[in-house]
């Protein structure tokens, strides 16, 4: 609840509604994009590497002993999509920490500016 709120600090009442819907839009392009395209495609990936692999004496998981398998089971599966996820939260806090730095400096200098200007 709080995204409506600071768009309309940030970029003003007159197009909240606009921004808004195309912040609301970008969430889910993000949404349909990682996790129906790039998570499958890392999880197939992670079936054909269990499938070239013996299944015995992996380490997490691991397809199972039918070679023509479709699914998989256990940490091995999912690890690069974890850590894609985890690499795209990070960047979105550095993203989120420059912004509001950068913000706080406009604000800043914004309220100063005001300050000395009033009689």
């Known amino acids: 609840m709080l995204l409506p709120l600071i768009m309309a600090d940030l970029f003003g009442l007159e197009n909240l509604g606009a921004n808004y819907k195309i912040a609301c839009f970008g969430e889910a392009v993000g949404a349909i994009v990682f996790g129906r395209v790039v998570a499958a495609q890392l999880y197939e990936n992670a079936i054909e590497a269990t499938q070239r692999t013996p299944a015995a004496g992996s380490s997490g998981g691991a ?43 406009k604000q800043r200098l914004r309220d100063e500016g005001e300050r000395f200007s009033t009689p």
Do not use: E, H, I, V
């Open 63 to 105: 397809a199972s002993a039918d070679s023509t398998s479709t699914a998989c089971f256990g940490a091995d599966c999912f690890r690069w999509t974890f850590l894609l996820c985890a690499l795209l939260c990070c960047a979105a806090s550095a993203a989120g920490l420059l912004l509001g730095q950068r913000t706080g400096r």
